[in-house]
Nanobody, 120 residues
């Protein structure tokens, strides 16, 4: 079993910043890509940012230049630094990780989601 636990969501004013964290635990041998997705009310889940085990990143056009994804491989943790937040960034943010378990199974693991609300 693999668990992803997110933290750092909350209410922030437009223009503000938040940092999300997601820690993976369980029967982990290695973690390939890690990423953040979000789902706003009435919309489909979308990719926000993704980072490979080697550190290569890609971002949704809507967050480029404002969000930064990073990871600490030693802690099996991925972060999302969100700056210059806009009301349209309001959504539930989900952590994702492609995990190779100690049983040599590849799992697509998801966190429970953390709510980010950008509002004055």
């Amino acid at each position: 079993q693999v668990q992803l636990v997110e933290s750092g969501g909350g209410l922030v004013q437009p223009g503000g910043s938040l940092r999300l964290s997601c820690a993976a635990s369980g029967s982990i041998f290695s973690i390939n890509a890690m990423g953040w997705y979000r789902q706003a009310p009435g919309k489909e889940r979308e990719l926000v940012a993704r980072i490979t085990s080697g550190g290569s990143t890609n971002y949704a056009d809507s967050v480029k230049g404002r969000f930064i994804i990073s990871r600490d491989n030693g802690k099996n943790t991925v972060y999302l630094q969100m700056n210059s937040l806009k009301p349209e960034d309001t959504a539930v943010y989900y952590c994702n990780a492609v995990v190779v378990t100690v049983e040599w199974k590849t799992l697509d693991a998801w966190g429970q989601g953390t709510l980010v609300t950008v509002s004055s």
